[in-house]
């Protein structure tokens, strides 16, 4: 029998539908049901794609002996964390609190007033390395909330005031400056990977956003190192096993500081910003690998995540069924010698295995090798190489393809609508403009609604039920405004400044602090504030990033001054964590650039529109458009005239402009950064 998540759209939640767990989705009734049978409430919070916490699903949530005894003495309740990051980042806030490290599945202890008291994450269904198993762990609490109440509600007391005290002091510490962002690159340059590129060990994941603060560096300053970083990160990273050499696209991160080994979960955010950030390591260096890169990207999310609504899919599973029936993690991707010949013959597999690094022993489990193209790799044959890629992809269609998690994330869309924008604008692809168009207005259509308001999922054109965070706003409002300059469409623009004036009405606090819901949200243990970016921008500096294009849009001081509010947390974090504050870094080069406003009167798609959206300048904005009236939808094209009855394009930056050129190579001078 079903319990109450088969009525939710969350694909996580509807895979919990059929346990034997009496689940209950996140909501008051939820709490009032633990008040009123006096026991603790068991707050288990996973996503859809997530490998561990399909284990412990399987171990034991659908175990009867474990649900019957989880039914009897808690209320249990499931949460999707990438449709509700509002509720997982308090509790995953006490979690690395109380056991110095965190991660999902999240298992947390609630009273009925939702006050944390226990927790931990995956917990396995027997004692194991020092662990105790889940059921232990029940009988645990169970014996303290009936044996020691009191205890229990002083600490769980005690955490919610220790949580409520963290609260951030990096508001009005000022703009970050040169001696900030040479800080950052300093620190950057320590923690590199001289041998294999990247940052730290492992598991090393994609730097997207650091990488995109490389190249707006190097652009503004000519800083060679912070070019030769970013340029060795990406080519390692395209080379790697991280990278779906068949089908393009990157997976979550490599196991490995190598690169070679993935964990093969695919989702939406990492090609996002990986296939834009090729797309501007291109535009930096004229790189066919990282246009080669940033178009398998952009195909990849086109391919296998957009949805019939014309959305783009949160991700695809890590696990999936092997030639035996088994679930088991990388089965689509991996290749025996074997499998290779069985679709090649001899010679060839010969051939696909030097180029792919295919070994007898394997690189992965069970003798199988993740593809990638190691130094040893086959000289490049293109026409043999494209071909045996195109044999082993139609063999690779044929297996049991990953679950693939259809809820639309707001935010997540956001990031794809502005790299399809740019890719699709760069390379010539005006069907990515056109995907990255019909996202966009699935998001007006059915996130936004009637009041501007956003939502934060949709599945199937239905709106979720829960409301957007601040990175939903910061994202989605990123997104239009790329939108905007590529399309030359003006109504992208306005729908970006209704959002952003909601973030300032809704989720601003004081000294430019930014908060992550807004301040009629639901309020929760703790208002969650988190302006570090780790696998997405923080929503902190996903606001300031659009904040401040579009004050260079429309010339709204509000907007400006709130950008460079929200910035003073770069100027404290900046120097001292910059792997962490990668997009926040991207916006202060932006800042100190200007950013850079630039006019294209003439038209859209012409030799002066591409020019300018080819412009390296940091964060510059484009606007273009025929002969422009009072009436235009873009500030910056108003009162600016052809000359001599030829396109004409305007830069202006610090309230200073250039004499308007016909120009495109002069034009290209003035945005090289």
């Given at each position: 029998?079903?319990?109450?998540?088969?009525?939710?759209?969350?694909?996580?939640?509807?895979?919990?539908?059929?346990n034997?767990?009496?689940?209950w989705?996140?909501?008051?009734?939820?709490?009032e049901?633990?008040?009123?049978?006096?026991?603790?409430?068991?707050?288990?919070?996973?996503?859809?794609?997530?490998?561990?916490?399909?284990?412990?699903?399987?171990?034991?949530?659908?175990?009867?002996?474990?649900?019957?005894?989880?039914?009897?003495?808690?209320?249990?309740?499931?949460?999707?964390?990438?449709?509700?990051?509002?509720?997982?980042?308090?509790?995953?806030?006490?979690?690395?609190?109380a056991?110095?490290?965190?991660?999902?599945?999240?298992?947390?202890?609630?009273?009925?007033?939702?006050?944390?008291f226990?927790?931990?994450?995956?917990?396995p269904?027997e004692?194991?390395?020092?662990?105790?198993?889940?059921?232990?762990?029940?009988?645990?609490?169970?014996?303290?909330?009936?044996?020691?109440?009191?205890?229990?509600?002083?600490?769980?007391?005690?955490?919610?005031?220790?949580?409520?005290?963290?609260?951030?002091?990096?508001?009005?510490?000022?703009?970050?400056?040169?001696?900030?962002?040479?800080?950052?690159l300093?620190?950057?340059?320590?923690?590199?990977?001289?041998?294999?590129?990247?940052?730290?060990?492992?598991?090393?994941?994609?730097?997207?956003?650091?990488?995109?603060?490389?190249?707006?560096?190097?652009?503004?300053?000519?800083?060679?190192?912070?070019?030769?970083?970013?340029?060795?990160?990406?080519?390692?990273?395209?080379?790697?096993?991280?990278?779906?050499q068949?089908?393009?696209?990157?997976?979550?991160?490599?196991?490995?500081?190598?690169?070679?080994?993935?964990?093969?979960?695919?989702?939406l955010?990492?090609?996002?910003?990986l296939?834009?950030?090729?797309?501007?390591l291109?535009?930096?260096?004229?790189?066919?690998?990282?246009?080669?890169?940033?178009?398998?990207?952009?195909?990849?999310?086109?391919?296998?995540?957009?949805?019939?609504?014309?959305?783009?899919?949160?991700?695809?599973?890590?696990?999936?069924e092997?030639?035996?029936?088994?679930?088991?993690?990388?089965?689509?991707?991996?290749?025996?010698?074997?499998?290779?010949?069985?679709?090649?013959?001899?010679?060839?597999?010969?051939?696909?295995?030097?180029?792919?690094?295919?070994?007898?022993?394997g690189?992965?489990?069970?003798?199988?090798?993740?593809?990638?193209?190691?130094?040893?790799?086959?000289?490049?044959?293109?026409?043999?190489?494209?071909?045996?890629?195109?044999?082993?992809?139609?063999?690779?269609?044929?297996?049991?393809?990953?679950?693939?998690?259809?809820?639309?994330?707001?935010?997540?869309?956001?990031?794809?609508?502005?790299?399809?924008?740019?890719?699709?604008?760069?390379?010539?692809?005006?069907?990515?403009?056109?995907?990255?168009?019909?996202?966009?207005?699935?998001l007006?259509?059915?996130?936004?609604?009637?009041?501007?308001?956003?939502?934060?999922?949709?599945?199937d054109?239905?709106?979720?039920?829960?409301?957007?965070?601040?990175?939903?706003?910061?994202?989605?409002?990123?997104?239009?405004?790329?939108?905007?300059?590529?399309?030359?469409?003006?109504?992208?623009?306005?729908?970006?400044?209704?959002?952003?004036?909601?973030?300032?009405?809704?989720?601003?606090?004081?000294?430019?602090?930014l908060?992550?819901?807004?301040?009629?949200?639901e309020?929760?243990?703790?208002?969650?504030?988190?302006?570090?970016?780790?696998?997405?921008?923080?929503?902190?500096?996903?606001?300031?990033?659009?904040?401040?294009?579009?004050?260079?849009?429309?010339g709204?001081?509000?907007?400006?001054?709130?950008?460079?509010?929200?910035?003073?947390?770069?100027?404290?974090?900046?120097?001292k964590?910059p792997?962490?504050?990668?997009?926040?870094?991207?916006v202060a080069?932006?800042?100190?650039?200007?950013?850079?406003?630039?006019?294209?009167?003439?038209?859209?798609?012409?030799?002066?529109?591409?020019?300018?959206?080819?412009?390296?300048?940091?964060?510059?904005?484009?606007?273009?458009?025929?002969?422009?009236?009072?009436?235009?939808?873009?500030?910056?094209?108003?009162?600016r005239?052809?000359?001599?009855?030829?396109?004409?394009?305007?830069?202006?930056?610090?309230?200073?402009?250039?004499?308007?050129?016909t120009?495109?190579?002069?034009?290209a001078?003035?945005?090289?950064g």
């Amino acid at each position: 029998m079903a319990n109450r998540l088969a009525q939710t759209t969350s694909p996580y939640l509807l895979q919990h539908a059929d346990n034997p767990v009496d689940w209950w989705p996140w909501s008051p009734e939820a709490f009032e049901e633990a008040s009123r049978r006096g026991v603790p409430v068991l707050l288990s919070v996973g996503y859809a794609s997530c490998h561990w916490c399909h284990v412990m699903a399987h171990e034991s949530f659908e175990d009867a002996s474990v649900a019957d005894y989880l039914n009897a003495h808690f209320v249990p309740v499931k949460v999707d964390r990438e449709e509700r990051p509002d509720v997982d980042a308090v509790y995953m806030e006490a979690v690395q609190a109380a056991t110095g490290q965190g991660g999902w599945p999240m298992t947390v202890f609630l009273t009925a007033e939702a006050e944390p008291f226990y927790f931990g994450t995956y917990f396995p269904p027997e004692p194991r390395h020092g662990s105790p198993s889940f059921h232990q762990v029940l009988e645990g609490v169970v014996a303290a909330w009936t044996d020691r109440r009191d205890e229990v509600a002083e600490v769980a007391g005690r955490i919610v005031r220790d949580l409520a005290g963290r609260s951030l002091s990096h508001g009005g510490e000022g703009v970050p400056g040169e001696q900030e962002l040479a800080q950052a690159l300093l620190g950057l340059t320590r923690e590199y990977d001289e041998k294999h590129a990247g940052f730290g060990g492992a598991p090393k994941f994609p730097p997207s956003m650091v990488i995109e603060f490389l190249l707006r560096h190097h652009a503004r300053t000519g800083a060679e190192g912070a070019l030769q970083m970013a340029e060795d990160t990406c080519a390692v990273m395209a080379r790697g096993g991280i990278y779906d050499q068949l089908g393009g696209g990157f997976a979550r991160y490599s196991v490995d500081r190598e690169w070679v080994v993935p964990h093969f979960e695919k989702m939406l955010y990492d090609n996002a910003l990986l296939c834009r950030v090729y797309a501007h390591l291109w535009r930096a260096t004229g790189s066919d690998l990282a246009r080669r890169v940033a178009l398998e990207t952009a195909d990849f999310m086109v391919r296998e995540l957009r949805t019939a609504e014309g959305g783009f899919a949160s991700a695809l599973d890590a696990d999936s069924e092997d030639a035996h029936g088994r679930h088991v993690e990388g089965a689509f991707y991996v290749w025996t010698p074997t499998q290779l010949r069985e679709v090649l013959g001899e010679a060839d597999t010969v051939f696909a295995a030097q180029h792919f690094g295919v070994t007898e022993e394997g690189t992965f489990e069970e003798g199988a090798s993740v593809l990638q193209l190691p130094p040893t790799a086959a000289p490049e044959d293109g026409g043999r190489v494209a071909d045996v890629r195109a044999r082993l992809m139609a063999a690779r269609e044929l297996r049991v393809r990953p679950e693939r998690d259809d809820k639309i994330v707001a935010a997540w869309n956001g990031l794809a609508i502005a790299a399809l924008a740019e890719t699709g604008a760069y390379f010539g692809r005006p069907d990515l403009v056109d995907r990255a168009t019909e996202a966009a207005d699935l998001l007006v259509r059915v996130h936004m609604g009637p009041v501007a308001r956003l939502c934060r999922t949709s599945k199937d054109g239905r709106a979720g039920d829960n409301a957007g965070v601040l990175e939903d706003y910061g994202d989605v409002a990123e997104g239009f405004l790329a939108l905007a300059s590529v399309t030359g469409e003006g109504v992208w623009l306005e729908f970006a400044g209704f959002l952003l004036d909601i973030v300032l009405e809704r989720f601003t606090g004081e000294n430019g602090q930014l908060y992550d819901t807004a301040d009629d949200a639901e309020q929760l243990i703790r208002r969650p504030q988190d302006p570090t970016d780790s696998a997405t921008p923080a929503g902190w500096t996903a606001a300031a990033g659009a904040l401040l294009s579009y004050a260079a849009h429309t010339g709204s001081e509000a907007h400006r001054t709130a950008a460079e509010g929200a910035l003073g947390v770069v100027k404290a974090l900046g120097p001292k964590a910059p792997r962490f504050i990668g997009w926040g870094l991207a916006v202060a080069e932006a800042l100190l650039d200007g950013p850079r406003e630039v006019a294209v009167a003439g038209p859209v798609g012409g030799e002066l529109h591409r020019t300018a959206l080819l412009g390296r300048a940091p964060g510059a904005v484009v606007a273009a458009g025929e002969v422009a009236d009072a009436g235009t939808e873009f500030p910056l094209l108003v009162d600016r005239p052809l000359v001599g009855g030829v396109p004409t394009a305007y830069v202006c930056r610090h309230f200073v402009c250039d004499a308007p050129t016909t120009d495109a190579a002069e034009l290209a001078g003035k945005l090289g950064g």
